[in-house]
């Protein structure tokens, strides 16, 4: 029998909470279901994630306790119930709270008869405004991020962009093909794909890039198969366009995992050169490695190694180093709702282990050569602050400006793409030139 939606949504919540799993992957993990089905338990669990806060306060409301007082389980069967109340329209109100109720009845039993009085009093009429003692607190429930995060944004950004950061993030993300210039154009990738079925806009910023919507898995798409396109935000691109990569050079990409900096880097270079990228994971190189012969690239190599330890082999060999670190990720959250979540602690240590491979990076880069170093963070303390340590301590380097495509015009050295601006990723970028 056919998983159904909902069963499938609180499986996959059930295995993050319980496992760290990517709620993504539990919800692939689930074969039996229809593809209706599976496309509305991924609007469900995306939904959860990306209002969870919101939803408890909510459900703290209509229940007259605080969540922390119910069961994981039925905590998850209340979210995800309350969000198809309360923002999707397509879904009666009706059918909501009686899943719901039929789910509690399998998974909390003892529980059902809260379950049904707590969705029939969301269902049933307005629910009062979010009462909050802080704007950060109350920006905190109505967009469910952290309070921490939201004070530091408020702190470097100001209340007004602040809030547009927070309403950007839980808008919907398409899904951005970047055209494999050596195999065709982007006109020529457009006609492929709506032959598939699959809806592609031109992309403002680029011209060998498309916005896809309505395209299923991306992997089973045979355009994608005949390595006619990879997936990239446009954010990510910036970055190598930014390194001013070209046909010839040498390259490294030191933390490389999946691939598009590398791949968006051989496009530049025109399949001319030679790019070595590297990952701490065997694994993830061999996809990389997989990315690549798809692509037609022939010039990646990809194996594994630790970013931050020195290979005397590499010293000053790269024109080029590109060192897109391991960080918080806030500014992906519109793609990886779940990454508001993370623990604030377990974040400390990340400006150091940015800095040390930073330090790393640079003894590869030749004399005259370029160091890109970037994350797909808009906090200070993992961007400005890191490269302004390395600028104190290593004196052969110095910021050189660059520019990207209108409307994000020229940087002196770094700057913050903020997601609210170009409807693309946050994303940090600065490049620096080694002196001669």
Known sequence: MPVTAREAAYLSLEAYRKRGARPDMALANIRDMEPRDRALANNIVNGVLQQRTLLDYRISQCSGR?????TPEVLDILRLSAYQILF????????????????????????????NAVLR???????????????????????????????ALTARYG?????????????????????????????????????????????????????????????????????LFYVQDPAARFAVMASGVAPGARVLDLCAAPGGKSFAAALAMKNAGEIRAFDIHEKKAALIKKGAERLGVSIITAKAGD????????????????????????????????????????????????????????????????????????????????VGRFLEENGKFLTESFTLPEPFGTFPGMGTILPHTGHTDGFFICLMRKKI
């Open 88 to 115: 999707l329209d397509r879904v009666p109100a009706r059918a909501a709270v009686s899943e719901g109720v039929e789910l509690a009845k399998r998974k909390a039993p003892r529980a059902a008869g809260l379950v």
């Open 121 to 151: 009093k969301m269902s049933e009429g307005p629910l009062p405004d979010i009462s909050a003692g802080s704007r950060e607190e109350y920006l905190s429930i109505k967009y469910s991020h952290p309070e921490w995060l939201v004070s």
């Open 159 to 227: 209340d007004d962009i602040c809030e547009e950061i927070l309403r950007a993030n839980n808008a919907p993300a398409p899904v951005t093909a970047q055209v494999n210039t050596l195999k065709c154009t982007a006109r020529e990738l457009a006609e492929r794909l709506r032959d598939e079925g699959v809806e592609a806009e031109s992309c403002p910023y680029l011209e060998d890039a498309l916005y896809l919507t309505k395209t299923g898995p991306v992997e089973e798409l045979q355009a994608f198969r005949d390595g």
């Open 66 to 70: 605080e969540t922390s007082d119910l």
């Open 307 to 386: 970013a931050g330890e020195f290979d005397p082999e590499l010293r000053a060999w790269a024109d080029t180093v590109i060192a897109d670190v391991p960080c918080s990720g806030f500014g992906v959250i519109r793609k990886k709702p779940e990454i508001r979540y993370k623990d604030k602690k377990e974040l400390e240590r990340l400006p150091e282990i940015q800095l040390r491979i930073l330090k790393n990076a640079g003894r590869y880069v030749r004399p005259g050569g370029t160091l890109l170093y970037s994350t797909c963070t808009i906090l200070e303390r993992e961007n400005e602050d890191v």
